[in-house]
């Protein structure tokens, strides 16, 4: 069955918090100890929306993950720069949806003007029943390269882990780029008030 990218909608926000919530409450991907409420995640997609690009992924008519952009750091200088999230259904790892995810987000954020993107990935000493170096793999099959390790920095069901910052560069660096075009690559639902 094909998987479809398309970009997220707020109605999405409740399947969004299913899969994510499964990474807080079960795994150590998320350094999170308890899921957002709903109320949360939409005021978190909605304020992602705003400026980046927010995808869903489908098959067969079901949202099987979900990716976005958001500032890396957040001062002006690195406006060029975007740190990444993605999210898949447990049950879909492993089936390309988060190439098809990224591969998107990549070309949307290029057409905006960032070139260079990052990723913040727990890893464990040794694989356990909680993280595995899975999504460090994941993220070194697309391109990216480990550029900083925080030692036993994340503490979760009582282990110390690790966090790696890996880095891609999408684009070439200009001396005299344009402005990014933050909000150009969200649909337009995302600016209407309230929602």
Same mark, same amino acid.
């Given at each position: 069955?094909?998987?479809?990218?398309?970009?997220?909608?707020? #109605?999405?926000?409740? !399947?969004?918090?299913?899969?994510?919530? *499964?990474?807080? /409450?079960?795994? @150590? &991907?998320? =350094?999170? *100890?308890?899921?957002?409420?709903? @109320? #949360?995640?939409?005021?978190?997609?909605?304020? /992602?929306?705003? !400026?980046?690009?927010?995808?869903? @992924?489908?098959?067969?008519?079901?949202?099987?993950? *979900?990716?976005?952009?958001?500032?890396? $750091?957040?001062?002006? +200088?690195?406006? !060029?720069? +975007?740190?990444? /999230?993605? *999210?898949?259904?447990?049950?879909?790892?492993?089936?390309? @949806?988060?190439?098809?995810?990224?591969?998107?987000?990549?070309?949307?954020? $290029?057409?905006?003007?960032?070139?260079?993107?990052?990723?913040?990935?727990?890893?464990?000493? /040794?694989?356990?029943?909680?993280?595995?170096?899975?999504?460090?793999?994941?993220?070194?099959?697309?391109?990216?390269?480990? &550029?900083?390790? =925080?030692?036993?920095?994340?503490?979760?069901?009582?282990?110390?882990?690790?966090? &790696?910052?890996?880095?891609?560069?999408? +684009?070439?660096?200009?001396?005299?780029?344009?402005?990014?075009?933050?909000?150009?690559?969200?649909?337009? &639902?995302?600016?209407?008030?309230?929602?």
């Amino acid at each position: 069955m094909e998987t479809t990218i398309r970009d997220a909608l707020p #109605q999405d926000a409740a !399947r969004f918090l299913e899969i994510y919530s *499964y990474y807080v /409450t079960e795994t @150590a &991907v998320s =350094f999170e *100890y308890e899921p957002p409420t709903i @109320a #949360q995640f939409q005021s978190r997609m909605r304020e /992602t929306a705003a !400026r980046y690009p927010y995808l869903a @992924a489908e098959r067969g008519g079901e949202i099987i993950g *979900y990716a976005c952009a958001h500032p890396f $750091v957040g001062r002006r +200088a690195y406006d !060029r720069s +975007a740190e990444l /999230t993605i *999210y898949l259904d447990k049950s879909y790892t492993r089936t390309g @949806a988060g190439k098809l995810l990224y591969g998107e987000l990549e070309k949307r954020l $290029v057409r905006m003007g960032i070139t260079n993107v990052y990723a913040c990935i727990g890893v464990p000493e /040794t694989d356990d029943e909680y993280l595995t170096h899975n999504s460090l793999d994941f993220h070194e099959h697309m391109g990216f390269r480990s &550029v900083g390790v =925080f030692r036993r920095c994340g503490r979760k069901f009582g282990r110390w882990y690790d966090m &790696v910052w890996a880095e891609k560069i999408i +684009a070439p660096h200009s001396d005299s780029p344009d402005e990014v075009a933050f909000g150009s690559q969200s649909p337009c &639902v995302w600016q209407q008030p309230g929602v």
